[in-house]
């Protein structure tokens, strides 16, 4: 048994992890596999570790555009009504006034 990952990045470079879970026979598969899912983590933050950083990074040198107030979406998400819920719950229904 062995668990595999792919990762494909934004430059179309290919990454492929692979972790062996070799059963031996007087141990528990489910053990086996849960060591292997552990090692496949291990391996997945090393991968994507410098990536998160670089982000993090990313966004400490520039968070005037995250807090710059020009939203684009800030008008139309005020003027929808799609999103909006009643905090008094389902509205009710009134019936028909006698004709």
């Known amino acids: 048994m062995e668990l595999l990952g792919e990762y494909v990045g934004l430059d179309g ?3 492929r992890l ?4 070799e059963v031996p026979a007087d ?3 489910y053990e086996t596999l849960l060591s292997g899912v552990a090692q496949m983590r291990d391996l997945v933050t090393e991968l ?14 520039a968070p005037e555009e995250a807090l710059d107030g020009d939203d684009e979406d800030d008008a139309e ?4 009504t799609d999103n909006r819920t009643n905090s008094d719950g389902p509205s009710a229904k009134r019936p028909k006034p006698p004709s």
Do not use: I, K, M, W
Request: proline share 11%; aromatic share 4%.
């Open 13 to 15: 470079q290919q990454q």
């Open 48 to 61: 994507f570790g410098p990536l998160v950083q670089q982000e993090a990074q990313d966004r400490v040198a």
């Open 27 to 29: 141990a528990d598969p």
């Open 77 to 80: 998400d005020e003027n929808s």
């Open 18 to 21: 692979r972790v062996p879970c």
